[in-house]
């Protein structure tokens, strides 16, 4: 009996280490993407790096000039007059679009660092690759679709 169990488990044993470094070893050295197309992605990631970099300061200023400009007394907060809702309203606005910028730059600050580190388009939470084409559309993309969509 004891033959019999021995037996059983060593092919197990075989298959199981083997099939595993073969597949890491495989999948670290193949790079997913050629030097020129991560150059592409840099770039473009770069210069939308900027472009919300400078939103997100005029937003800011914007949101800071709407408190800045008024008098402590010129506008009545009562609810006879919306003025003060409507600044509040448009003060929150343009905070919390800013604060978005501010968010999509760390993204893309993220991305940029995993370019460097030789893990971009691999999927944070799956580590399959991403899409080249989902790439392209969202150079800062760091899931598959259906993991930021929410389903699998």
Known sequence: MAAKKSAPKQPAKKNATKA???????A????LFD????DKQRRLLLEERNRYIASATRLKAEADSLVEEREPGDVQFDEESGEG?????????????????????DQIDAALARIDDGTYG????????????????IPWAAERVEHKAGGF
């Open 35 to 38: 030097q020129k197309y991560l």
């Open 122 to 137: 691999i999927c944070l939470v799956s580590g399959k690759p991403i899409p080249r084409q989902r790439l392209n559309a």
């Open 20 to 26: 595993k470094p073969a597949a890491g070893r495989a």
């Open 85 to 105: 809702d409507t600044l509040a309203v448009e003060r929150e606005r343009d905070l919390a679009l800013s604060a978005h910028a501010r968010a999509a730059v």
């Open 28 to 31: 670290a050295k193949k790079p």
